[in-house]
């Protein structure tokens, strides 16, 4: 069974064939379509439309390109990014490096005691 997506896909195809065929077809032979005008006419036509198509998408796609770029802030400066990485650094070695500080009220629970000598004897041991 085909999905969907394969059915748009072959839909493309054959209306892209087509819409070829028909432009070589009149490009070469434009006599079949002479109800819109002399051959001459008819040729201009055929190679002037597509021609004004893509320059006005490129024109579209220059001026979103310059829209973006003109309504965009900039970045940050590299420095800026770095001297920020390296003060974060810095502050997460302080934090590291502060013994835990425990208030003299604040009593451990002999449990507490027990597993924290037991983690300086492994210590000591290694």
Known sequence: MVSKDQSIGGVIFIVCVLVAIVYVVTLFYPQWLSALGTPETVQFWIV????????IAIMAIGAWIGWTMATTPPPKPIEE??????????????EEAKPEETKPEEKKSEPEEAVEEKKSEKKRKS
């Open 48 to 55: 002037a439309i597509p021609v004004f198509i893509a320059f």
């Open 81 to 94: 990014i770095t001297s920020e990485i390296e003060e974060k650094k810095e502050e997460e070695k302080v």
